[in-house]
């Protein structure tokens, strides 16, 4: 049970502080969906 608690209070401050949630401010799927597109297809230099 420790374990698990300790998994859980873990994976909660990993999301909390290092993943964005980028998409939440796009209403639509599609809006989301071009994003990620335009995200994942950008040359970075």
């Known amino acids: 049970m420790i374990i698990l608690i300790k998994l859980f209070i873990m994976f909660f401050i990993l999301k909390l502080f290092f993943f964005k949630d980028d998409l939440r401010v796009y209403e639509s799927e599609q809006e989301k ?9 950008l040359q970075k230099r």
Not at 33 to 41: F, N, R, V
């Open 33 to 41: 969906q071009q994003h990620i597109i335009h995200e994942l297809t």
